[in-house]
């Protein structure tokens, strides 16, 4: 756990793209009330940059019509969402008992070593982004590793070297 | 009256209104149920879990005071060794972040969590970790600063701005022991009642930029007022202290609780008005430019009376109702003409829905319960011809501007009885400095027709006369206070069976009826 409560303005507005905008308004219809789009805007939003800025949250909680300070609550409790920009390959190691007990860290370890970065940072050239996460629902797999939402099970370093030459 | 049950607390018979929450309920009948989260005018919210109490009817073993209405024949337990092993508990884990900054918090004296401290806990750490370290004096705006590290974490200032203003700018951020309390980037605390979660705030975490730093909490003189601040008439504190060899000063307002009236809270511009009654006083008096004391100022006045063709008396609608009367007997018996002319406090649009009005004057309803005219046009037809005129703490400069008075001025003398400097004191050609409200006793009745009474408060080391004592001595019939009280009683049909010297804290409601009546 960490402060995430420092955003990052970018000082551009955002807005949703058009396919974005569709989508807001179709889910939408589906909630009793608009305050219940905060977590799926943010997904949007998430999807459309790869993280979310403050003007995203600000945009967000006028098109909902709620609170700026009750997006921003929402968007620093749950850590999936990106509070600042993810490399071009987010990578995501699950840390939970199963992953742990079956050797997480020794893939923590080689990706250290190999990307030069610590879980929570991004590598220099932009490409890849590291971050140690709370059980991801695959435990008879374990370990289990997801690059941008895709999951890789059974993972070990000798799997990991032939997934990272894909995406080099 | 509310229906009453009875329950028992330790075993104790007690007798309570039904109706309303343990903490409510017993706490109205003197017995204490710790709690931080929880209050009267935000709801049971339920996240500090210090109300817990013991309930002997099978629920659950301990249950929220704040969330469990009072039933008849229930046996609440407060006093049970886990009840009191988790109230440590919790003071423990409340204090793991704290900064224990007491000896410069300005919440220390009059903070929850210090009380419970002693009360419940008074313990050594067993922390060895070292704390989360937070954001300390964060200006949110709006005259608020804000320390992270003292925050318990309550919620009732993001409910404040959630339920109350329904502006919303506060929010708990992260989560676990870094969640904290904050504003979103741009949009800072930004409502004309934000300082009222200095109040509510349990701790020392919210606090006044105006008031930080400026006195111990133990040290204040807290004395029952009202604001004079709008025709609400919200009901106040005034917090002031005499340090030694220094004079009386007020170092802040603070909102008193009188459902009927203003509930818990009041506006930051009437918070603000304490500042008034600090600076800018008149202290002493002055004939054409000269000071002079209180006997020559008012022989000089009576000589001005005597002389005059005609006499003009101007009173402002902040009088209370005693001194509005006082002035009214010595105008019928001078023969003079009597107004209330004060347009310029009325600040159109200014209002809102909930406490703030248009009209920045305290007393106004009282012009049509005594039946003294206040509109523009008799006003001027009143100067037509008048060499005197004579200002009770009534400051025309608010309702007309310099060169329409400095027409008139060429034809009539200006006098002012008042307590301020401002621009008709700078006019006028006699000042006699009078006790402001917070240094007297007044009734007034506000925009509501609630007619509610202020006690003296200050006592300034140099005394001015009260509004009263002058207009006795300009030859007024009332003598005192008390006189222009038993005197309004018998001769105002409203006030006839009102008791006006035993007005219960809350005031009495007058309908409107009454006063219309008066008025016609």
């Known amino acids: 756990m960490s402060d995430r409560s420092q955003l990052i303005e970018t000082g551009i507005p955002f807005t949703f793209d058009a396919q974005r905008d569709a989508e807001f308004e179709r889910l939408v219809k589906r909630y009793p009330t608009r305050e219940s789009m905060i977590l799926p805007a943010l997904w949007l939003a998430q999807e459309q940059e790869g993280w979310i800025s403050a003007e995203a949250m600000g945009y967000i909680a006028d098109r909902i019509g709620t609170f700026a300070s009750q997006v921003f609550e929402v968007a620093t409790f749950y850590t999936m969402y990106n509070l600042h920009p993810m490399g071009k390959n987010h990578i995501c190691i699950c840390r939970t008992l199963s992953c742990y007990l079956l050797g997480k860290q020794e893939i923590v370890d080689y990706l250290k070593h190999d990307l030069g970065i610590k879980p929570g940072e991004v590598s220099e050239d932009g490409q890849f982004s590291l971050e140690e996460v709370e059980c991801l629902g695959h435990c008879g797999t374990a370990p289990v590793v997801q690059v941008n939402g895709e999951f890789y099970e059974n993972m070990n370093v000798d799997k990991l070297k032939e997934l990272l030459a894909t995406l080099k | ?520």
């Open chain 2, 1 to 520: 009256m509310a229906e009453k049950v009875k329950l028992f607390v330790n075993g104790q018979e007690v007798e309570v209104e039904s109706g309303k929450n343990l903490i409510d309920a017993i706490g109205a009948v003197g017995i204490e149920i710790p709690h931080l989260c929880y209050h009267p005018a935000l709801g049971a919210d339920g996240n500090c879990r210090m109300c817990l109490v013991g309930i002997e009817d099978g629920r659950p073993p301990l249950v929220p005071a704040c969330k469990t209405n009072v039933a008849e024949g229930m046996k609440v337990q407060l006093d049970t060794e886990k009840i009191k092993k988790i109230q440590r508990d919790i003071m423990e884990l409340e204090l793991i972040n704290h900064p224990i900054d007491c000896p410069i918090c300005d919440q220390a004296g009059e903070c929850k969590l210090q009380d419970y401290y002693m009360q419940y806990d008074g313990q050594k750490s067993r922390m060895t970790v070292p704390p989360v370290l937070k954001a300390k004096h964060m200006d949110f705006g709006a005259g608020v600063v804000h320390d992270q590290e003292r925050c318990i974490l309550c919620a009732r200032c993001v409910r404040f701005t959630r339920l109350i203003t329904k502006t919303g700018e506060l929010g708990i951020v992260n989560r676990t022991d870094y969640a904290r309390v904050t504003t979103f980037p741009g949009r800072p605390l930004s409502n004309r009642y934000a300082l009222n979660v200095v109040d509510l705030c349990p701790v020392g975490a919210m606090t006044s930029k105006d008031f930080r730093f400026k006195q111990r909490a133990w040290f204040l003189t807290k004395s029952e007022s009202l604001c004079h601040g709008c025709s609400k008439g919200c009901n106040i504190y005034i917090d002031h202290n005499k340090e030694k060899y220094q004079d009386d000063i007020i170092y802040r307002f603070r909102p008193r609780l009188n459902q009927q009236v203003n509930g818990y809270f009041m506006c930051d511009a009437g918070r603000m008005t304490y500042k008034l009654e600090n600076d800018n006083r008149l202290n002493t008096a002055q004939v054409f430019g000269k000071e002079t004391s209180l006997n020559e100022t008012v022989e000089a006045l009576r000589r001005s009376f005597s002389q005059a063709k005609k006499t003009v008396l101007l009173v402002s609608p902040n009088c209370s109702l005693e001194q509005m009367h006082a002035v009214k007997k010595l105008s019928a018996t001078f023969n003079t003409v009597l107004s209330g002319y004060s347009d310029g406090y009325i600040n159109a649009g200014d209002g809102d829905d909930f406490l703030i009005h248009d009209d920045k004057s305290a007393n106004r309803t009282a012009f049509a319960l005594l039946g003294i005219e206040s509109s523009k046009s008799a006003f001027e037809a009143a100067l037509d011809g008048a060499d005197l005129l004579v200002s009770f703490q009534n400051d025309l400069c608010r309702s007309l501007d310099d060169v329409t008075l400095a027409k008139i001025q060429e034809k009539t003398k200006f006098v002012y009885i008042g307590s301020y400097q401002n621009g008709f004191s700078e006019k006028a050609s006699i000042i006699l400095p009078v006790a402001s409200y917070s240094e007297d006793i007044g009734t007034l009745i506000n925009a509501d027709n609630i007619l509610q009474r202020y006690v003296k408060a200050v006592i300034k080391n140099v005394q001015v006369s009260n509004l009263i004592h002058v207009v006795n001595l300009l030859g007024g019939e009332i003598k005192n206070h008390e006189e222009a009280l038993t005197d309004l009683s018998a001769t105002i049909a409203a006030l006839n069976n009102i008791d006006l010297k035993h007005i219960p804290s809350e005031g009495i409601a007058l309908t409107g009826k009454e006063v219309s009546n008066v008025a016609a």
